[in-house]
């Protein structure tokens, strides 16, 4: 689990507040002066970069003249955030690897090189080459256990990475490590970092009751001593746990505390915690909530060119209204997410490719070099055929391995779209046929009605006239008796015409038709019903309530003939956005996983499937069936089915 982000850390990344004196030499001299040149830079704002990188620069040479490792690792890591910044990351590790070779020349720099090799596998976690990171982040590790540092942000990020990686056991001995140092130096700016990737560590391996122990410290330890967006980062994460764990109730509360704290928060937090929300209140079913926070998010991603943010935002965007049954808004969300990997690929691709041409270009000068000094211009035109050979091999392979990989990526995509498409279809189709049999019941309705009904009540007429002239007893006793079964025929003909087409909806509502049906059967039966309707919607039309009033109706019938039942309950409510039907009985119950999806189950998915809806069954052999139906409010007022 990542809950946020890998918590990396960054040596020499304090503020240091002095004042801007004007009329400073172009190279500072001292140290006070190095530190006032980076303030001032970082007070800047983005329009004046040009004059930020010259004060940069100016410190981070004043600094190797005099050989102070601070200034050179915060000098160094503002320039190289400007290049990443505009992602360009391979400019950005070329700039720290020339710095990284200045800072080595000298013992006194050691520590200044130290935190590169650190920023430059930072750089690489950025771009989620996690093998590249891990190289720098030990280089970092082995420099500066040699100089007697141990440094405890090398060993928080090491044990972050291993956790992204799957590597558990190294994971915990870094971060064990890395927290008894930071314990002891009590440095609780990288205790805390370094609780919160042992929160994740401790909730990927299961152990629920550690990863709760570490969230309190880290949050007891960012009230305490941190900043208010550290807290903000402690109360995101907390909220991402109890939300990984299931408990998006849980998580709220926290979340909405941080949400408070934003102000003090960094740009990247906080589109972090905009994130996590969407998410809780999407796992909440609460759509139009995510969707807000969601989209806020993805504004801020995109502001702040945080591509792989903007990847998953756009992910959890397209699962809501996918949710919703919004289906063409959730595919081009869908396409935009993939679009937006993509580029990122390519955009690897030729990092990579620009990598490969950097260190082709030096291998140039070093071959260049060599056949001054040693004059072997054939052999070495021979070693660099081969080796512009080899790399444009390995370019070919990485290009072709990456069109691959987009082709792949091309084809997932349709898929989905063939998916959603056929999902469409059989929604459609489903619609016909209920329309087809809603068609099909008023027929059946009106011939019972207008023509075996007819038929009866002539019957009727005729055998009365009958029973009038019968002047014999027993023949009269014979006549009323067949009278009563044509009467109480009649009675089930109209009974049945009227259950295939309610005219009571075209009087009434779904709740006072519902109703009638109840009471007509409590009055017909020996199964007693209690109904209850909590819903205030407005817009529904008559054919949406027709599906609703059918499926409450199979519901009962199914009751009837299947369940032994002596009572049941039918409630229909509303909550928010959604509308559930909730049936339960006292009756034999069934496995659930062994019904053979008799004609009722069936049309009763079909209805409930077309209106886009949920459908749980519970039942236990010999404890009842309890049956939840629950549908998007919005999804039904503009999904009718016209019959």
């Known amino acids: 689990m990542s809950m946020a982000l890998l918590a990396v850390s960054v040596p020499g990344q304090e503020q240091v507040p002095v004042s801007f004196r004007s009329g400073m030499p172009d190279l500072p001299g001292d140290t006070n002066a190095i530190l006032e040149y980076i303030s001032a830079a970082k007070r800047l704002p983005p ?63 050691h520590e200044a090189a130290s935190g590169i090799l650190n920023n430059i596998g930072n750089i690489y976690v950025q771009q989620g080459n996690f093998d590249s990171a891990i190289v720098y982040y030990k280089r970092a590790l082995q420099l500066s256990e040699r100089l007697g540092l141990h440094s405890p942000w090398i060993y928080n990020n090491l044990g972050g990475i ?65 900043t208010a967006g550290t807290e ?53 079913k609460q759509y139009r909530i995510a969707e807000r926070y969601l989209l806020e998010a993805l504004s801020k991603s995109r502001e702040a060119g945080l591509k792989q943010q903007m990847i998953i935002t756009y992910g959890r965007l397209s699962d809501i209204y996918l949710a919703t049954g919004d289906y063409k808004k959730s595919l081009e969300y869908y396409k935009i997410s993939r679009q937006v990997k993509d580029s990122i690929e390519q955009q690897e691709m030729k990092n990579k490719l620009a990598e490969w041409d950097i260190k082709y270009q030096n291998n140039e000068k070093d071959k260049a070099l060599a ?23 390995v370019a070919l392979v990485i290009i072709l391995f990456n069109i691959n990989r987009i082709n792949k990526h091309k084809n997932n995509l349709q898929a989905r779209e063939i998916d959603l498409l056929r999902r469409e ?62 009467k109480d025929t009649g009675n089930e003909v109209r009974k049945t015409s009227h259950n295939l087409l309610p005219d009571v909806l075209t009087r009434h509502n779904l709740e006072e038709a519902l109703l009638v049906y109840c009471e007509q059967v409590n009055i017909e039966n020996t199964l007693k019903i209690a109904f209850q ?48 039907i ?62």
């Open 533 to 580: 309707y909590h819903v205030d919607i407005e817009g529904l039309d008559k054919s949406t309530e027709l599906v609703l009033y059918r499926i409450s109706q199979e519901l009962l019938q199914n009751i009837l003939k299947h369940s032994k039942a002596s009572a049941a309950w039918i409630m229909i409510k509303q909550l928010n956005q959604k509308l559930s």
């Open 425 to 486: 279809q059989e929604i459609v189709q489903l619609k016909a046929t209920i329309r087809g049999e809603e068609k099909e019941r008023a027929r059946i309705a009106r011939e019972l009605h207008d023509g075996v009904g007819g038929m009866l009540a002539a019957i009727n007429m005729n055998l009365s006239d009958m029973w009038k002239k019968q002047q014999d007893p027993s023949g009269r006793i014979l006549l009323e008796k067949i009278l009563r079964m044509v």
């Open 47 to 109: 329009s004046r970069k040009e004059t930020a990188s010259d004060l940069l620069g100016n410190a981070l040479e004043g600094s190797r003249r005099i050989l102070y490792n601070k200034g050179v690792q915060e000098s160094a890591y503002l320039l190289a955030k400007m290049l990443t910044d505009k992602e360009q990351y391979v400019q950005a590790v070329a700039f720290y690897e020339k710095n990284l070779r200045d800072c080595l020349r000298y013992p006194g720099l």
């Open 371 to 393: 056949l001054k000094q040693l004059h072997i211009k054939n052999k070495n035109a021979w070693l660099m055929g081969i080796s512009a050979a080899s790399l444009l091999l």
């Open 582 to 643: 909730i049936v339960e009985d006292n009756g034999v119950g069934f496995d659930p996983g062994k019904y053979n999806n008799g004609y009722g189950l069936l049309n009763l998915e079909h209805r409930v499937k077309a209106l886009e809806g949920t459908l749980d069954i519970v039942s236990t052999p010999d404890h009842g069936t309890t049956i939840h139906i629950e549908f998007d409010i919005d999804n039904l007022k503009k999904k009718s089915l016209p019959v």
């Open 232 to 284: 903000l980062q402690v109360l995101a994460n907390l909220g991402e746990l109890y939300r990984r764990k299931g408990q998006p109730d849980k998580a709220l509360p926290y979340l909405l505390e941080a949400k408070a704290l934003k102000e003090k928060a960094s740009p990247y937090y906080y589109n972090h915690l905009l994130t996590v929300l969407g998410n809780t209140y999407l796992d909440m």
């Open 162 to 226: 291993f956790i992204q990686t799957g590597q558990a056991g190294q994971a915990l001995y870094y971060l064990d490590k890395g927290e008894q140092i930071a314990l002891a130096a009590n440095d609780h700016f990288n205790l805390i970092n370094i609780y919160g990737n042992k929160i994740s560590y401790y909730f990927e391996a299961g152990d629920w009751d550690q990863s709760i122990l570490y969230a309190g410290k880290a949050l007891t330890t960012a009230r305490q001593y941190g």
